[in-house]
């Protein structure tokens, strides 16, 4: 008699756990390259699903793509036979079982163990699902044993395993920081995100939801280079769930994302096209700045992010934003911008807290791709401008060749424009050469780059 493999999505309905739902979403991330924080969101919705489980299943899937290297150093030394072929589907139950085992400590390890072993015992059979039960179980009595690469063979590769970064972008970080400040940034990467959020000034003032705070005895914290920006000390309080953010009363965005808009410092009145806008929050902040006075056409390429920049501004209120499709040369031949905002596809290098899966994704090859994207987008946007007009340029990435390089290249190229530099408009200690450059380790927000460019004269190209 054959034996009959189940499917595994039947698999999946039957041990409906937050251990099985991880396997599942490991298994589609690395099948399909799907982002982990789509996945996560369409099974959060499931409303039989605890809230206990949901905690879980954020916690694994995040957790066990953040220290997938190092997962796998350990595994590779206890699994018998050749890891690196089993099937995907098993190694992430292994990773799965050895993530609880080595960082959550509130979890014994025989639940950890025999739920990774039952998932892979109904797809695999009894025979795989003993191998996983062998490999735990000997890891779990052996933590003391485990043995990593020596910092003196290879300094870099210990670390890109310690760390659970690839090596070869350990070793682009050692060239520009030096070995002790790129371990804090790869510690600071390595920690769970912080959810900042902005107060909308044009419904709520700074001091009033302090207030707010401080009656209902919530502690926060008060970003130093944004007073704007707070994030809430006790990350079990969402203020996704809240009133305040339902009402419009504040967004949710990155301390970095907000001083972008600041070193805009876009005046009311004004008109601003945003030709990278989805979701939105940059463009929402720009209107608040604004007062919700002027006009700002938002436009992004793909056409189905444009819903997001309704839901924010309808949420926070605001009338002068116009999602106006995809394309930027549909506003060639119409009136030029007083300001235009880049806030360009990178290779977010800046937010691996957030997304650790972009790690994993991401080469020399795909940043000098984006490179050409960012070029070009540059490019079309000087069109847009007239006479003594304001260009933004930002990313979330902390990589050279898409920031400041990117600017001299530009800057080159088009002569008509200068720096304004950074300093003028924000602290100085998240400013450099004239940038906005922030690092998480240092100011406790994402890795962001800015740079605010002003057009001083007609180019010969417009005089004729």
Known sequence: MHKVTENPDTVYKKINTARSLATKILHKIERSGAYPDKLLAFELNNPDLKPEDKALLVELVMGVTRWKAKLDWVLVGFFHGDYQKCFNYIKNALRIGLYQILFLDRIPNSAAIDESVEIVKRKQGYKTGGLVNGVLRNIARNIENIRYPKEYDDWAFHISVMQSFPKWMV?????????????????????????????????????????????NNVEFTQSPYMEESFYLNDSSIRIA???????????????????????????????????????????????????????????????????????????????????????????????????????????GH???????????????????????????????????????????????????????????????????????????????????????????????????????????????????
């Open 241 to 347: 769930n809240s009133d305040l953010f339902n009402n419009g009363k504040v967004a949710i965005q990155d301390t970095s994302a907000t001083l972008v808009s600041k070193l805009a410092n876009p005046k009311p009145g004004i008109r601003i096209l945003d030709a990278c806008a989805a979701p939105g929050g940059k463009t929402c902040h720009l209107a608040e700045l604004m007062q919700n006075k002027g006009k700002i056409i938002a436009l992004d390429k793909f056409s189905g992010r444009l819903k997001s920049i309704v839901d924010n501004y309808e949420r926070l209120g605001f009338d002068i934003i116009h999602e106006k499709g995809t394309k930027i040369e549909d506003y060639r031949n119409k009136k030029l911008f007083d300001m235009v905002l880049l806030d360009v596809p990178c290779t």
């Open 350 to 464: 800046g937010t691996f807290s957030k997304r650790p899966d972009i790690k994993w994704n991401s080469d020399d090859n795909s940043m000098h791709d984006l490179m050409k994207i960012q070029k070009r987008i540059l490019d079309n946007a000087v069109k847009f401008l007239k006479k003594d007009g304001v260009l933004i340029y930002s990313t979330c990435s902390i990589e050279p060749e898409e920031n400041e390089l990117n600017i001299k290249w530009f800057l080159e190229r088009y002569p008509e424009f200068e720096l304004d530099k950074a300093e003028n408009y924000l602290h100085q200690d998240i400013c450099k050469d004239g940038f906005m450059m922030t690092l998480p380790h240092k100011h406790d927000m994402d890795g962001a780059f800015a740079a605010r460019l002003i057009k001083k004269r007609e180019s010969e190209k417009d005089k004729k």
């Open 171 to 215: 070793v682009r970080w050692i060239d520009r920081f030096g070995k002790e400040e790129t371990v804090s940034l790869m510690e600071k990467f390595n920690q769970k995100p912080i959810t900042h959020f902005r107060v909308n000034t044009l419904k709520l003032s700074v001091d009033e939801i302090i207030q707010i705070f401080k009656d």
